[in-house]
């Protein structure tokens, strides 16, 4: 579940509240997509093939994808026991997208095509959480998705992030 805290937009007084983290990022990435990195596309046609790939990530990574995190992670960090049930399953599920991840990774540098867009940026989060578990071998394995994994967790402000949040998250003892 990719929830953010709230991002709260005024325009001709008229308020706007986001509180979803795809919503939150496109629209910063459009408000912004002069400065810095492009993240949306600069055509019709690139703003098309990504947002078919935001939905992909949206409807088919993500359900599987924050199941292994909470299982794998957030349960063994509070102590309760794992469901491999649902470890099992959200495997299978996420195997399936993964395969057709490795076809495309296989064409393409990123998911969205030859740039580094938001429909990367999206799987960030889950993927982070998942190689430290014993499921990371769903992308390790597969050569074009592991080295988009490479590429994708190097950048920067990616690094960035991951160390200010490693900052702020109590170690184990």
């Known amino acids: 579940m990719h929830t953010a805290l709230a991002i709260r937009i005024n325009k001709k007084n008229l308020t706007y509240n986001y509180a979803e983290s795809r919503a939150i990022t496109n629209y910063i990435a459009h408000k912004y997509k002069e400065q810095g990195t492009e993240l949306v596309g600069t055509d019709l046609s690139e703003m098309a093939v990504n947002a078919v790939w935001m939905e992909v990530e949206s ?4 359900g599987p994808s924050s199941k292994l995190v909470w299982e794998l ?10 469901d491999e049930t649902v470890v099992e399953e959200a495997t299978g599920k ?3 997208v993964l395969d057709v991840y490795e076809s495309m990774l296989a064409k393409k540098k990123y998911l969205g095509g030859d740039k580094f867009s938001l429909v990367d940026l999206h799987h960030l989060p889950n993927i982070r959480y998942v190689m430290h578990t014993s499921k990371a071998s769903l992308f390790t394995s597969r050569p ?3 080295a988009w ?11 960035k992030a991951v160390a200010l949040s490693d900052a702020v998250i109590p170690k184990k003892a």
């Open 59 to 62: 409807h088919h990574f993500d």
């Open 73 to 82: 992670c957030v349960k063994a960090m509070l102590g309760i026991p794992v």
């Open 94 to 96: 996420l195997n399936e």
């Open 144 to 146: 074009h998705l592991s």
């Open 149 to 159: 994994w490479s590429d994708i967790s190097s950048r920067p402000a990616w690094t």
